[in-house]
């Protein structure tokens, strides 16, 4: 039963066998890009990460990641589970929460071409190549 529930949910996710990654990764970076310019630059990134900082540490925990992406995809429970599984990627240093070096190391790696700007396409392609994501087909 909780098979079915679980193929049900992932259904519209589904492209040629394979889970549409390429739709939350445009989601996220719409959500990123705060000032809508069409890239992501440093500042944004700490930004965004910084509202799940619930205890103003300047440290996102496991629990903080987990308990902001809950609340910014509370009807999509694959996008919620896509995206949590991302805070082991992130967490660069594999230290159990997140800060300004797990930051940099994010946007060093996204920036492909090094012009200090986050491309929606360059944003992507990190999206869909972070370890870890759950993978159909």
Not at 33 to 53: L, P, R, T, Y
Not at 54 to 72: A, M, P, Q
Request: aromatic letters at 10%; charged letters at 25%.
């Amino acid at each position: 039963m909780y098979l079915i529930i679980g193929f049900l949910c992932l259904l519209p996710y589904l492209t040629n066998g394979q889970v549409d990654l390429q739709s939350i990764a445009n989601g996220e970076f719409k959500r990123i890009d705060a000032n809508n310019d069409g890239h992501i630059e440093k500042e944004e990134i700490s930004q965004s990460f910084q509202a799940f900082d619930n205890n103003h540490d300047n440290k996102i925990t496991r629990h903080e990641y987990d308990s902001g992406v809950n609340n910014l995809h509370p009807n999509d429970p694959f996008a919620v589970h896509v995206l949590t599984a991302l805070f082991v990627e992130l967490d660069s240093n594999n230290d159990k929460h997140l800060d300004d070096a797990d930051y940099d190391k994010f946007f060093t790696n996204a920036d492909t071409d090094k012009n200090n700007l986050v491309t929606s396409e360059e944003f992507i392609s990190w999206f869909q190549n972070a370890e870890g994501l759950p993978i159909v087909g």
